[in-house]
């Protein structure tokens, strides 16, 4: 355990928990509300009770699914970014050489 990290303590799912992290405070209140988020949106909807094992796996596939998404995102907005900044790179080049 490092110096910058602190012992979090948190229930779910009839389970309590705890671990040492390094994230902040208001980081690991946003992870807690988005994985409990998922747990709400994956548990009972209904049609009986469903095993805690298996609101736990589907929030994970879920947010899985979600980071996968927005990492397909990121890396294509990526490089089409470099893709502009190439081309004007190109542009002034062009127009630095003619200025000569």
């Given amino acids: 355990m490092s110096e910058t990290e602190r012992l979090i303590r948190f229930h779910l799912l009839g389970q309590d928990f705890a671990f ?5 405070e208001e980081e690991m209140d946003a992870i807690l509300t988005l ?3 998922q747990i709400e949106e994956n548990g ?3 049609s009986g009770t469903i095993p805690v094992s298996k ?4 929030a994970c596939l879920n947010l899985a699914s979600r980071y996968l998404r927005l990492k397909n995102e990121h890396e294509s907005y990526r490089r089409s970014a470099e893709e ?3 081309i004007l ?3 002034v080049a062009a127009v ?3 200025d000569r």
């Fill in 35 to 37: 994985v409990k988020k």
């Fill in 55 to 58: 609101v736990a796996v589907m």
């Fill in 84 to 86: 502009k900044v190439r």
């Fill in 89 to 91: 790179n190109e542009k």
């Fill in 44 to 46: 009972d909807r209904g």
């Fill in 96 to 98: 630095l050489t003619t």
């Fill in 20 to 24: 040492y992290t390094g994230a902040s």
